[in-house]
């Protein structure tokens, strides 16, 4: 199936749309056919970054999510649920969550992506700060295994039913033996950032956020439960 109507050429980006409430979305295109082109766009960005939810959880997938990182140069962060997904020592890891969840220094970082790879996570409320996070311009393919879930949230992303591990190993399969670095000139990580991250953990702001996260992390626990 051609997915000349879904892809990024067909994106057209608005910065100040914020997530909405779900949606059903068209389907998806084939996965090796998806796999080539977040290949190609991955390979090819100023600015990749890997954003990875609870459903990249599990021994297989993680590993893969990491080898994909370090073969395409991607900044990596995640959804609360999602931590653990990434070493948090790992030197391109970035933070979890977007946006606002992030400490000024890190969300300059984050914000200058180009394009993003969104796998496993609904981009619902916790994720998306609270609805406060904006939608990133540039490339966003979102990849989930619930068909009503990949774009639900982000207007103009490319939508790819699948799950996890069988993603991320075809979306290997599709790189090959590809492989581009991130400049060290860019990468621009939390370990770049000791004291800020230090200070914003430590900060009201984080706390309030804190207390918020931890309530609406059972709530999307549950969700991915049943």
Not at 97 to 119: K, Y
Not at 174 to 192: E, F, H, N, V, Y
Request: aromatic share 4%; charged share 20%.
């Amino acid at each position: 199936e051609s997915i000349a109507n879904t892809g990024p050429s067909a994106i057209q980006p608005d910065s100040e749309t914020r997530a909405q409430a779900p949606r059903m979305n068209s389907p998806s295109p084939s996965l090796d056919a998806a796999c080539t082109e977040v290949a190609n766009a991955l390979l090819k960005s100023d600015r990749p970054r890997l954003h990875l939810g609870m459903g990249v959880h599990g021994h297989d997938s993680t590993s893969l999510a990491l080898q994909l990182a370090e073969a395409t140069g991607c900044l990596v962060s995640t959804t609360f649920s999602g931590k653990g997904s990434c070493p948090e020592t790992h030197p391109q890891w970035l933070w979890a969550g977007v946006g606002p969840a992030l400490p000024p220094a890190l969300r300059q970082v984050g914000d200058a992506c180009d394009t993003w790879l969104i796998i496993g996570a609904r981009m619902g409320e916790l994720a998306s700060a609270h609805y406060q996070w904006r939608r990133p311009s540039g490339n966003i393919f979102h990849v989930d295994i619930e068909p009503s879930v990949p774009g639900a949230n982000l207007a103009g992303a490319v939508p790819i039913v699948s799950d996890a591990t069988g993603f991320l190993m075809a979306l290997m399969g599709a790189i090959g033996s590809r492989r581009r670095k991130m400049p060290q000139d860019r990468l621009k990580t939390a370990q770049d950032h000791p004291k800020t991250a230090q200070e914003a953990s430590q900060s009201p702001q984080a706390s309030i956020g804190g207390r918020r996260q931890r309530r609406s992390l059972q709530i999307e626990s549950n969700r991915y439960s049943k």
